[in-house]
C-alpha cells in the first residue's frame, strides 16, 4: 500500500491518498495542517517504526473503509463494506492500543513529559519506543521544510507487489 501525503499552506488540513495493493484509491483529509506532521503519517511512521500490522494502517491494507476516507478509483471487492466493518470490529482494540502507542511516541519526539508507567503500560521496550520517536523527530524536520504542494510517499510494509 502506498500513502502519500500532500503539504498544504498553514490552516489547511492534510490531504492524503491511499492506494491499497488491491487497486483501489482512496482520499483521506486528515488533521495536521502546516508544518506539523499530519497525524495520519505519525500513525504510519510509529506504527512502521514498532512493526504493528493490525492498527490504523494496517487495518486499511486489509480492507478497513474509516469514514475519513472517500473513494476515488477501483472496483471494491465483493462485499468490501462488510469486510470493513468485520475489521473495525475484530481490530477495535488493536487499532486503540495503535492511538495511544502514536500518541506517546509523538509526546516522547515533542519532548513533551512522559511518566515511566506510560512506557512501561505499552507493552515496547523503551528503547523501541525512543528509536520511534527520534523516527518522528526526523521526520518531522523534514516535513517542516517541505513547500505546500510538497508530496511525502510512505510505502506501507508488506506490499504485495505491483497495483492493478
Known sequence: MRLTFRR???????ESLVERDDGVVFT????GGGSGLPHDLVHALVE????????????VADGAVWTTMRHVSGRRPPHAAERSERLKRS????????EALADLVHRMAEGAEVLPGEI??????ADRLAAAAETLRAAGRRWAAMAPGEEWVQEWPGRRGPRR
Open 8 to 14: 498544504m499552506a498553514d490552516r489547511r488540513a492534510v
Open 28 to 31: 483521506v483529509r486528515g488533521a
Open 48 to 59: 512502521s517504526s514498532l512493526g504493528i500490522t493490525d492498527g490504523v494502517w494496517g487495518t
Open 91 to 98: 481490530r477495535a482494540g488493536a487499532v486503540m492500543r495503535a
Open 120 to 125: 512501561a503500560r505499552a507493552g515496547v521496550s
